[in-house]
């Protein structure tokens, strides 16, 4: 529906609530449980305790800046974002555990793969592979999955 504001800034009309950062998140981390099996995940903003001795994947979601495809209104906005897991595994575990991991989780997220939530279809346009750091008990090798959504406004 279309929507009016009037001079003295009173809304005309209702507006459909809209979901999409939270869609397209959700999408995203429906991929990303699909791909991490039993491998523990400390998701952003939760409180985490890793078990010693145990590997566990670190998310970050980092949405970049809308771009608006026409001008108007009902035209399409294109979406992107970036996704960072963090491949942790025991330092002693040495480097090649981690990348075993990022390849298990590249194994199911692949460039091209669309996932979608609430009908909400999410690209995964490019997949790469980071630095390896050394954290005191812990080796981590950054895995950075792009992704893209075109919605219509």
């Not at 939270?22 to 990303?32: K, R």
Request: hydrophobic content about 40%; some cysteine.
């Amino acid at each position: 529906m279309i929507a009016s504001i009037t001079c003295n800034g009173t809304l005309s009309g209702t507006l459909k609530p809209r979901t999409v950062f939270h869609d397209i998140e959700s999408a995203l981390n429906t991929l990303i449980l699909t791909a991490v099996g039993s491998t523990p995940v400390a998701w952003e903003n939760v409180k985490y305790e890793p078990s010693v001795g145990t590997a566990f994947i670190q998310v970050f979601h980092v949405p970049l800046r809308t771009s608006p495809m026409s001008l108007g209104y009902g035209g399409y906005t294109d979406h992107r974002g970036v996704v960072q897991l963090n491949m942790c595994v025991p330092s002693d575990f040495g480097t090649l555990a981690a990348i075993l991991l990022a390849d298990k989780m590249t194994g199911t997220i692949r460039r091209g793969i669309v996932t979608t939530y609430n009908s909400v279809p999410v690209r995964i346009s490019a997949i790469s592979v980071g630095s390896m750091d050394i954290q005191k008990a812990w080796a981590i090798l950054p895995v950075t999955i792009n992704w893209q959504c075109y919605l219509p406004d």
